[in-house]
């Protein structure tokens, strides 16, 4: 009975050896299968990863570069691979519970999918260096530059902050020792409210970057009065003649616009009547601009206490007028063997410019040209347009009538020419000397822009 049982136990088990043989050959031949299908590979990923700085104390900040990127070697099957992206891998390096000062930091890094490994990291650490942020109060300073006006005199100015918060790291707030406000109060006579910018500097007037303030601009007001005995009083300019024929003074500008005058007697002061004049200046027959420097008029026991003499710049123009002629058209452009009957043949052209201009200009100075390139026969309407030589300070302002009727005729039926039917400019006449037996007239005022007075209507012959 036991040599049986022993036996049957030592089949069981050569039996089980061989099963698990069986299986151990199966996991074998499966891993080998599944490998060819999907290797597992090793391999740095292509493209830096972004190093994160973690857990960094609040009352730090960087006081250096770092490098932020690091390059990740894993192992991962190749479906992995063909998947993974650089948001699934996270390096990382740990600044919690660092002190001020340079620290040594390795970097961690981890691979957010199970079936892969990070085998490496390079780098392996970064150097860090931290500075404390701090806040001090620096004190504001005014500076103010130069003397105001002559008879005044400034008082106490008044700031709207003596301190300012100084925010940064500690080595960059030290060396912000005072901020100054510096104001010029040459030449004022108004009270000074001016708004500065504040601006953290060192000692040496350097500009310190990475400090900031709080507040960042302050309002500085400096009163200003007048000393007795002194009073301000405008300018004025006087002026004898007149400006030659057609032109006009435009502007009258003095420079300073007032003066500050001073006297002993406070009476004769006050009873200045608020401006003071300046010796005559003679403008007869001027047509440009004149500048000159002249003194004024002073009261005995009045001085000027300030400029003794003010520039005056007068601005004289041309006035401004308009003119009438009347000019026969001139053909350019038509085909050859081609002919133009014009209806009308001659037109009123109105400038605009300086009267001196105008008055010189003659009926030779302009041109009025219809142009027929390219036209072939029968009926246009066809609007001209004006040249004028000479000086380029005059304008046309209207054509009259603004249309030319044109019919152009070929050879074939070309009608006998008349009085009417003209390709050649005829002599221009000027207005308003020009006459005519027409019986049907039509009046047409022209006005002057010197006078602003109608000229005497002169009759033009209706086409």
């Known amino acids: 009975m036991a040599s049986a049982f022993a036996d049957v136990l030592r089949r069981l088990l050569e039996n089980l050896s061989l099963f698990g043989l069986a299986l151990v050959l199966a996991v074998i031949v499966w891993i080998t299968a599944a490998n060819e299908e999907n290797p597992i590979e090793e391999r740095i990923f292509p493209g830096p990863i972004t190093v994160k700085l973690i857990d960094m104390p609040s009352d730090m900040i960087l006081a250096n570069p770092t490098a932020t990127e690091a390059t990740v070697t894993l192992r991962a099957p190749a479906q992995v691979w063909a998947t993974l992206s650089s948001n699934q891998l996270e390096v990382s390096a740990d600044l919690s519970n660092l002190s001020s000062g340079g620290h040594v930091v390795p970097l961690q890094a981890q691979v957010l999918t199970a079936d892969a490994e990070i085998l490496s990291v390079e780098p392996n650490e970064i150097y860090i260096e931290l500075e404390r942020v701090v806040t001090s109060l620096v004190p504001v300073a005014l500076n103010m530059r130069g003397e105001p006006a002559v008879g005044y005199a400034t008082d106490t100015p008044v700031l709207s902050t003596d301190t300012v918060k100084a925010t940064g790291p500690e080595r960059l707030v030290q060396e912000v020792n005072e901020i100054v406000l510096a104001l010029d109060v040459r030449g004022e006579k108004e009270n000074i409210d001016r708004v500065f910018t504040l601006v953290p500097m060192n000692d040496r007037g350097q500009i310190i970057s990475g400090v900031k303030l709080q507040p960042e601009s302050a309002t500085v007001n400096v009163p200003l009065r007048q000393l007795g005995g002194y009073r301000d009083v405008a300018v004025r300019a006087v002026l004898i003649g007149k400006p030659a024929e057609g032109y006009r003074i435009t502007n009258i500008t003095t420079s300073p616009p007032t003066i500050t005058v001073f006297s002993d007697d406070p009476a004769q002061l006050a009873a200045l009547p608020g401006f003071v004049e300046t010796e005559p200046l003679d403008v007869s027959d001027t047509f440009q601009d004149i500048d000159a420097r002249l003194t004024m008029a002073l009261q005995d026991g009045v001085t000027a206490a300030s400029e003794q003499s003010v520039l005056v710049l007068i601005s004289i123009e041309a006035?401004?007028?308009?003119?009438?002629?009347?000019?026969?058209?001139?053909?350019?452009?038509?085909?050859?063997?081609?002919?133009?009957?014009?209806?009308?043949?001659?037109?009123?052209?109105?400038?605009?410019?300086?009267?001196?201009?105008?008055?010189?200009?003659?009926?030779?100075?302009?041109?009025?040209?219809?142009?027929?390139?390219?036209?072939?026969?029968?009926?246009?309407e066809i609007k001209p347009f004006v040249v004028i030589t000479g000086p380029d300070v005059a304008k046309t302002e209207q054509v009259l009538p603004e249309f030319i009727r044109v019919n152009i005729l070929s050879p074939t039926n070309t009608p006998v020419p008349t009085a009417t039917q003209t390709t050649s400019p005829k002599t221009p006449t000027m207005l308003p000397e020009e006459t005519t037996s027409s019986p049907e007239t039509t009046a047409i005022p022209e006005t002057s822009e010197a006078t602003g007075s109608p000229t005497t209507a002169q009759p033009t012959s209706t086409p």
């Open 319 to 380: 006035v401004e007028s308009s003119r009438r002629i009347r000019q026969d058209l001139t053909v350019t452009g038509l085909g050859a063997g081609l002919v133009a009957d014009l209806s009308p043949n001659s037109v009123d052209v109105i400038m605009s410019g300086p009267l001196p201009v105008l008055d010189s200009m003659t009926a030779e100075n302009v041109k009025v040209i219809v142009d027929l390139l390219h036209l072939k026969p029968g009926g246009h």
